[in-house]
């Protein structure tokens, strides 16, 4: 797809600024011809979405939003270090940490709330290598952390 803003308007989505770090890293770096984002929290306008733990206290369409919210604030991270993100070739991995109780095993379907906005955003570009882990808790308490690798011109 030749402009990924212009999708994500189409979508009624528009980036949000970029999260402030919440300790001592860096929102995005590049290296060569690929960018590495930090994992990126479900922040919208300041707040997490929702905190808990998915199985438990937080739903699975809430959690896929996280997801969501969390590839734009990957999407943010990286136009700001790029300053457009028409330059994404592909992306190439997503890894998705999903906060969940023991027995809870619908990491894969939480991931795809970043998954799928990537493919409707890139096209093929948007097809990724993925990982969806189970994990005891995150950051601030949030229900979904995402991270992202995309290939620049």
Known sequence: MSNPEKALADLGLQLPEVAKPVAAY???IRTGNLVYT???LPFRDGALIATGKNGDTVDA???VDCARQCALNGLAAIKALIGDLGQIKQVVKVVAYVASTPDFTGQPQIAN???ELLGQVF???????RAAVGVPVLPLDAPVEVELIVEVA
């Open 113 to 115: 709330g970043a998954s």
């Open 38 to 40: 930090s994992g990126q």
């Open 26 to 28: 860096v929102p995005a």
């Open 123 to 129: 096209g093929e570009a948007g097809q990724h290598a």
């Open 61 to 63: 369409e809430v959690a």
